[in-house]
């Protein structure tokens, strides 16, 4: 999951990673057939295509379209910070 919006992003994550927390769930059993049945839904997007589509959603409704690491732009003072990105 993280990969997958790093790369809908356009950087990397700063990751802190800690020991399994209490209320974390190893894994889960999730069985969505009676939901799909009872309502006729049956997702269709993949979490790429997804969290792509939120991304640029995201970006165009707060006009975070500023250049990465720019610390002038209004959300920067909101402590919303897009790390430089370049090589």
Same mark, same amino acid.
């Given at each position: ?12 994550? /700063? ?5 399994? /927390? ?10 969505? !057939?009676?939901?799909?049945? *009872?309502?006729?839904?049956?997702? =269709? ?6 969290? /792509? !589509?939120? !991304? ?6 707060? *006009?975070? =379209? ?5 610390? =002038? ?7 919303? /910070?897009?790390?430089?990105? =370049?090589?």
């Amino acid at each position: 999951f993280i990969e997958t919006l790093e790369d809908a992003l356009g950087i990397e994550a /700063q990751k802190n990673l800690l020991p399994m /927390q209490p209320g974390d769930v190893v894994k889960t059993y999730a069985d969505t !057939v009676r939901l799909a049945t *009872d309502t006729g839904f049956r997702p =269709s997007t993949s979490l790429r295509d997804g969290l /792509q !589509v939120f !991304v640029d959603w995201y970006r165009d409704y707060f *006009d975070l =379209s500023f250049e990465r690491g720019d610390v =002038s732009h209004p959300s920067a003072a909101a402590g919303l /910070q897009v790390p430089d990105a =370049s090589p």
